[in-house]
């Protein structure tokens, strides 16, 4: 929403409790997720029990009209950890920001240490907001974690998800790259394209520009780079390699295990 000067109010974030308010979040991620008809990303009841009984449900306002909304729910060890599982945001500058700044409050109040969540390691955007910008660490490379997904957004693609891990006492400094760092995984006319590593301590993993659009366009190419991602990432993960930062809103940058 504007205000009278033109410019667009900040989003005000609070946590939800009533079965109206849990309506409008099942309605805004039905928009943005575009599920099967009968089908819904989440249902006012589980929403409800989830706040009900001490987890995180909150919305994101603009003049009184909701545009965005995060659920998660208390993980193991118990005490420790919020996992994020479900953030959606209508289209517009510094709602998502908001949502994780708010849910990062709730969990230092509730004396919780990180905030875990998954995503799809293959959309640069979220890449770039997960580890450049609010500092959260992938983990753990999760093939097929969801099995087929058929909403709008994801139908027609294999749920390859990288857990990531936002530590939130500690810092994320943005990560130097030296010049001549390899390219494990680069992009030659768009299609992914495996590269030699040999010794090198540190790699730099592409992404394509814009895998969405892709899936539409070439699903084709889309599952290329699916399983070339799958294999060249998830396999330095698997092997040790530590995933530090993501680089000229491209690329992941890997510190290999031992060699």
Same mark, same amino acid.
């Given at each position: 929403m504007a205000t009278e000067g033109g410019q667009v109010s900040e989003p005000v974030v609070r946590e939800l409790r009533d079965v109206e308010d849990m309506e409008d979040v099942r309605l805004l991620f039905d928009r943005i997720w575009g599920p099967d008809p009968?089908?819904?990303a989440v249902t006012v009841e589980l929403l409800r029990a989830?706040?009900?009984s001490g987890n995180y449900v909150a919305g994101a306002y603009q003049g009184g009209t909701l545009v965005g909304a995060s659920v998660g729910f208390l993980g193991r060890p118990a005490g420790e950890v919020l996992h994020s599982h479900i953030t959606g945001a209508a289209?517009?500058?510094g709602i998502g920001l908001a949502l994780k700044l708010h849910q990062r409050e709730w969990a230092l109040r509730h004396g919780l240490a990180r905030i875990t969540w998954t995503f799809d390691p293959l959309v640069r955007r979220n890449a770039h907001f997960n580890l450049a910008k609010l500092g959260a660490r992938p983990e753990e490379y999760l093939t097929s974690f969801y099995g087929p997904m058929d909403d709008a957004i994801n139908a027609g693609d294999e749920s390859?998800?990288?857990?990531a891990v936002w530590r939130l006492a500690e810092a994320h400094p943005? #990560? *130097?790259v030296p010049a001549g760092t390899p390219m494990a995984l680069g992009v030659r006319d768009g299609l992914p394209v495996a590269g030699a590593v040999d010794g090198a301590g540190t790699v730099l993993v592409a992404l394509p520009e814009d895998i969405e659009g892709m899936r539409r366009r070439?699903?084709?190419a889309a599952k290329a780079w699916r399983h070339a991602l799958r294999e060249v990432?998830?396999?330095?993960? #698997? *092997?040790?390699?530590?995933v530090t930062g993501f680089h000229d809103k491209s690329y992941y940058v890997v510190e290999r295990g031992a060699l």
């Open positions: 009968g089908g819904a989830l706040a009900h289209s517009g500058r390859d998800r990288l857990l943005a #990560v *130097a070439d699903p084709g990432l998830g396999g330095l993960m #698997v *092997a040790g390699g530590r």
